[in-house]
């Protein structure tokens, strides 16, 4: 495996060793050489393993010759400091002001569209606020209903990911069942649900409150406690955990923090 910096230099680790061995030139190191370190450290060590800029050269080696991306990513990073800036950027901007092909302005957007490149995509979920904010992010914007399941570890910091459901933009059904998969297959310590309110207002429906007693109860058997249902519109969230504590009756905390009112 290896960290690229911005320079010349790549630093080579034995992938069965994970050791640090002697730096090796980048001169004669080709774009399949390039992605391969990159995608390798991506799989083995995850997003957070990547630097801002070893993010940014991974998606441009995709779709520009060594050289060209290496010196776009340098470019981006100093104009806008990561791939979040850069793909809410204008593409025209991105092709004039940073010399990147069409084809990668054209990437960046579509990354951003598909909502896959927060700088933290694996927060600590430790307080409601901290949880809120996370899940309007993640569903915040959607014109029809989501729902999302999160699995947490023992630090509370999110593990991964799905979708449990979608719907309409007056409703939604969900299955236990899958979420009991999900967190399973995660090995979560705990999970966290979500799911937004297209129309604005973030108060639990009835349907709402029903759903998430079952959900917390199914779960407790696993021995998965859920350690909230966040409902999210636009720019406002409402804990569940927080608002309706008998739902969560028997539930462990886990550590996580109910503060603050329940609406922002």
Known sequence: MAAFYSGSLILWYKANSGKLKEPVSDMGVNNKDLKAILREKYAREGYDALTSEE???????????PKAAEEAARRLME???????????????????CGLSEMSAVLLGLLRETGRLPE????????????????ISLLGKLPKEQIVIAAADSRLKIKRTAVLAAGTDSGIRFSCRRAAEFALQSD????????????????????????????????LLLDVPVADHIIVSSGNYTSMREMLPEIFKGVP????????????
Not at 55 to 65: F, M, P
Not at 79 to 97: H, I, N, Q, V
Not at 122 to 134: E, Q, S, V, W
């Open 120 to 135: 933290d995509r694996f927060p600590r979920l430790t307080d409601t606020a901290l949880a809120g904010a996370y899940f």
């Open 79 to 97: 104009e806008y400091g990561g791939l979040t800036a850069a793909a809410d950027s204008d593409p025209y901007f991105l092709m004039k002001g």
């Open 253 to 264: 905390d886990c550590g996580y923090k109910v503060k603050g009112s329940a609406e922002r």
């Open 55 to 65: 993010r940014v050269q991974l998606a441009l080696s995709y779709t520009e010759r």
């Open 188 to 219: 979560a310590y705990c999970v966290f649900v979500s799911h937004n309110h297209p129309a604005g207002d973030t108060m639990p429906s009835g349907e709402d409150k029903a759903a998430t007693l079952t959900l917390v109860k199914a779960m």
